[in-house]
T-cell receptor, first 112, second 113 residues
Framework: QKEVEQNSGPLSVPEGAIASLNCTYS??????FFWYRQYSGKSPELIMS????GDKEDGRFTAQLNKASQYVSLLIRDSQPSDSATYLC????????????FGSGTQLTVLP | DADVTQTPRNRITKTGKRIMLECSQT?????MYWYRQDPGLGLRLIYY???????NKGEISDGYSVSRQAQAKFSLSLESAIPNQTALYFC????????????FGPGTRLLVL
């Protein structure tokens, strides 16, 4: 069974710090990787997608992908209390079905 | 108006009852999905559909059935609800292609007594 593992958390960082969220996956053929943010009781919201090795930056968010190590991470710079949420890593399976497999999520709290 | 809507948003039912959750989308996407979310377990795929005539089981389809009435509508049924089906249910949509970004509805919170 294809697996996606995230650091279990919860993770607390002070306001203004860098939050680092990590994810590993088992399907070596995976091509597409996503980070979703989910506030309590709300639906997941896509914040980053990455498809190639290396870094992808969007504002305060940077996604990093290393396919050789089967590892994807999300860095949040200048963390704000509004970033407090659960972050879900999702990996699209290889092959035509391209289902998303989600990690169990990492709960992040940014302390004022 | 929201692109992906789910009805009802909250539902309480009793063991053994049949219940239907509905999802509609205005994004024009061909692919639709049903997930359930339990605390600490992330999102798990129940069923997915790539078009009106294509229905596929996901990781946890037992006890559930689906109907794709139109490109924009995808319903999830619990034929005989049981308490361990108490969960938060999400519908999602995507468009075919490499980038397979999925967009989620607001969710339905279901309690089975």
């Amino acid at each position: 069974q294809k697996e996606v593992e995230q650091n279990s958390g919860p993770l607390s960082v002070p306001e203004g710090a860098i939050a680092s969220l990590n994810c590993t996956y088992s399907d070596r053929g995976s091509q597409s990787f996503f980070w979703y943010r989910q506030y309590s009781g709300k639906s997941p919201e896509l914040i980053m997608s990455i498809y190639s090795n290396g870094d992808k930056e969007d504002g305060r968010f940077t996604a990093q992908l290393n396919k050789a190590s089967q590892y994807v991470s999300l860095l949040i710079r200048d963390s704000q209390p509004s970033d407090s949420a659960t972050y879900l890593c999702a990996v699209a399976s290889s092959g035509s079905a391209r289902q998303l497999t989600f990690g169990s999520g990492t709960q992040l709290t940014v302390l004022p | 108006d929201a692109d992906v809507t789910q009805t009802p948003r909250n539902r309480i039912t009793k063991t053994g009852k049949r219940i239907m959750l509905e999802c509609s989308q205005t994004k024009g996407h061909d692919r639709m999905y049903w997930y359930r979310q339990d605390p600490g377990l992330g999102l798990r795929l129940i069923y997915y559909s790539f078009d009106v005539k294509d229905i596929n089981k996901g990781e946890i389809s037992d006890g559930y059935s689906v109907s794709r009435q139109a490109q924009a509508k995808f319903s999830l049924s619990l034929e005989s609800a049981i308490p361990n089906q108490t969960a938060l249910y999400f519908c999602a949509t995507s468009s075919a292609g490499v980038q397979e970004t999925q967009y989620f509805g607001p969710g339905t919170r279901l309690l089975v007594l």
